[in-house]
DNA sequence: GCTCGATTTGACCATTTGGTCAGGTTTTCT
DNA sequence: AGAAAACCTGACCAAATGGTCAAATCGAGC
């Protein structure tokens, strides 16, 4: 089969071996990048993590930049796809409930993902900035649409849904991103299935019912 | 005066000069390791930004690590200064108003100090460690006691007091980590003291009343 | 079992990085 | 003024890092 030098095949086929490989590597590459950012990562120990040498490594993705592109690319889809379930004729809590639900699995199940993605829009979103301005904004105006519908309707309060979103997402992301600070004080962990349910029960009845005890 | 060799007077004292360049390299380095993290911040870089020779940098700081847990440390005390003054005689939702007010300023005054703090405790608070499960946890335990109390007395809500700090905490924290993104699906920056004041109405009404339509 | 491209390796390289050191300059104290 | 200490610099170093390359090895189709 003809390549064209690289593992990258423009072609679009890839080898049995490249599948593998190139799946090792993002695995590997995930994790190290969710931990030291893009700059602290170390190309030889991911490929170590991926279980292959550095020159193999790069014959696969020709540098570390490549690399990173590849691993934001294959995770902001699984990011963003939440959002796009909710449903504009269901039930604002149901929806939302299910909404909260999904980011909390998310962050409970893929955590390096939800770190790295924190980690590049922390530096000022250098590499996805455009995936920001562009088709995530697309889809958040869209929501933030429905959320606006829903309050004309009177089905919820009148609040602003970018921050209602917001919300959503930095209590959701916080369990992932700063895990090693609420397992020093609670000594739960979100990977935990039933300390998520407890969570996730707690957050809805914050967000819908609020603080304050019935008037 | 008698110096020991370092810049890092054993004794407290401190000279002038020593008090200003010091000062200038914690802020530079502020920056930059909120920026990159431990590992990606560069030490020439930082020498530049504060405006010295990299060797001169080295003479205040005999090493990149203490550098590092100089920074840190600075940081600290500002971090967990405003949960110190929520006040158990006080009225739930003014007090609460109050933290979260103080919160989101921080946000918006020092975004590289929560930038730091966010970043070194995704990677797993190698640092701080200590800090969290000793000074930290006490002043939550204490505090989350107050909050119990409150519910205890029915004037607030019986949640669970962890998750509603967490809230806080993540939702404040995330105006600043997450500025780049807001800024692109919004428009409006944490900095603008215009945006920070809706923000925290619009908070502090999810918080207290929640989502749902009075009855 | 041969062939040719796909895969893998190890030696190698230029650059960057954190850090040292000997010595020079400035400040401070008497 | 002058000595001592504080402050600063530039040259230098060893280790690490991202990346290259020629050559060896593997594997699927004939």
Do not use: C
């Not at 593998?20 to 120990?45: K, M, P, W």
């Not at 519908?149 to 979103?165: F, K, S, T, Y």
């Not at 979100?190 to 407890?198: G, I, M, T």
């Amino acid at each position: 089969m003809m390549m064209d030098g690289s593992a990258t095949a423009p072609g679009g086929t890839r080898t049995r071996i490249q599948e593998r490989n190139r799946a090792r590597i993002l695995d590997a590459a995930l994790v190290a990048f969710a931990r030291f950012g893009y700059r602290g990562a170390r190309v030889e120990q991911i490929a170590e993590a991926a279980g292959m040498s550095k020159s193999n490594l790069l014959y696969y993705f020709r540098s570390k930049t490549e690399m990173y592109k590849a691993v934001l690319a294959a995770l902001l889809e699984r990011w963003l796809a939440p959002l796009r379930t909710l449903d504009p004729e269901g039930d604002p809590r149901a929806e939302l409930t299910a909404y909260i639900e999904q980011k909390l699995r998310f962050s409970a199940e893929e955590p390096e993902a939800s770190r790295l993605f924190a980690n590049e829009v922390m530096q000022g979103a250098p590499m996805i900035r455009d995936v920001l301005e562009g088709p995530l904004k697309e889809l958040v105006d869209e929501k933030t649409g429905v959320l606006r519908r829903w309050a004309a309707e009177g089905r919820i309060r009148d609040v602003d849904p970018h921050q209602l979103i917001f919300l959503i997402w930095a209590t959701t992301q916080h369990y992932a991103d700063f895990a090693p600070q609420i397992a020093a004080l609670t000594g739960r962990e979100v990977a935990d299935p039933a300390y998520r349910a407890e969570v996730l029960k707690t957050l809805t009845a914050l967000i819908f019912d609020g603080l304050l005890p019935p008037a």
